[in-house]
């Protein structure tokens, strides 16, 4: 059980309590349950979320499914530990790619949430596994963005699409679909769009977004959230789930002191995977997405 030794340092007299006993009440599980409540809103997870979560936690614990060779202490556990890594996506996902090349994925999120990034990294990744990824700079709103993903491509040392500076402002759709048939013409095997951020969720962008996702047809949308943005994490997600959808979603800044509370709200509302685990500002900074591990963080 992965989560028991953080689990029991965080509820040590309820669950000491616990094991002296032959089977749970009522009491227990309540204080138990309390227990649990407070360790999620200290990780930040979203209150709707940690009722929920609570609430399932109680009613499996209150149930018959009596596991024989646990004692209620560890029953208990067990039971938290399985609700929460099958929120969190239960087995790690692994990036969808396309029976015929190349695979499109597209990049979206709020601006700063580590998307420009992200897509260095991602480019890192796939070359590193044999791929020819070349990114495409959709993000025509701000003027260094396009300058932004070329600096991060070259760190990566990956091929970039972007509009040639002078050429009009551009239409980020039509960019985006002209990247994915310079790839195929040019053989690379993954596109990576990085689209627009925004400061907050703006209709306008977020129609953008889906126009491109509409013209390219992306094997993957992933969505980048800021694993620091606490409370606001339900809000987004659902706003870029709405607004684009997506198909999984990349937690980014968990370098940072963040318990990862974003990460179990992002999941629980959306129903969509975490693939990907951002932890710096260096191009090697990122790794699968461990939802067990992602469980005891969160409760330690
Ligand atoms: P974008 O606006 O979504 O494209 O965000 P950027 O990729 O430009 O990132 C915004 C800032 O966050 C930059 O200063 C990045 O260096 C930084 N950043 C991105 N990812 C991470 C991460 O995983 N950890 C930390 N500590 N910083 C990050």
């Given at each position: 059980m992965a989560t028991f030794g953080t689990l029991s340092d965080r509820l040590t007299e309820t669950l000491r309590n616990l094991r002296t006993k032959g089977k749970l009440t009522?009491?227990?599980?309540?204080?138990?349950?309390?227990e649990i409540r407070r360790a999620l809103l200290d990780a930040d997870v979203a209150l709707p979320v940690v009722k929920e979560f609570t609430a399932k936690v109680r009613e499996r614990a209150l149930g018959d499914e009596v596991n024989r060779a646990l004692n209620p202490a560890q029953q208990v556990v067990q039971i938290v530990n399985d609700e929460l890594?099958?929120?969190?996506?239960?087995?790690?996902?692994?990036?969808?790619?396309?029976k015929t090349a190349p695979t499109v994925i597209m990049l979206a999120g709020l601006?700063?949430?580590?998307?420009?990034?992200?897509?260095?990294?991602?480019?890192?990744?796939?070359?590193?596994?044999?791929?020819?990824?070349?990114?495409?700079?959709?993000?025509?709103?701000?003027p260094n963005a396009v300058n932004q993903l070329q600096v991060v491509?070259?760190?990566?040392?990956?091929?970039?699409?972007?509009?040639?500076?002078?050429?009009?402002?551009?239409?980020?759709?039509?960019?985006?679909?002209?990247?994915?048939?310079?790839a195929r013409r040019q053989q690379h095997d993954v596109v990576i769009i990085d689209t627009a951020g925004r400061l907050g969720v703006d209709a306008e962008l977020m129609k953008q977004a889906s126009d491109i996702r509409r013209a390219t047809d992306p094997d993957e949308v992933l969505f980048v959230i800021d694993a620091m943005i606490g409370q606001d994490a339900v809000n987004t997600a659902k706003a870029f789930q709405d607004g684009v959808d997506f198909t999984g979603v990349v937690l980014s800044k968990l370098d940072g002191d963040a318990r990862g509370g974003a990460a179990l709200s992002v999941a629980s509302v959306t129903g969509r995977p975490i693939i990907f685990a951002s932890t710096g500002e260096g191009l090697e900074d990122v790794e699968p997405f461990h939802p067990d591990r992602m469980a005891s963080r969160i409760l330690d």
């Open positions: 009522a009491a227990d599980v309540d204080g138990t349950v309390r890594v099958g929120i969190l996506g239960g087995q790690q996902r692994r990036l969808q790619m396309a601006q700063g949430s580590g998307k420009t990034t992200f897509a260095g990294k991602l480019a890192k990744m796939l070359e590193k596994d044999g791929h020819t990824p070349l990114l495409v700079a959709c993000d025509l709103q701000r491509a070259e760190r990566a040392g990956a091929a970039v699409y972007a509009p040639e500076p002078g050429n009009g402002i551009g239409d980020p759709v039509r960019v985006a679909r002209d990247g994915v048939e310079v």
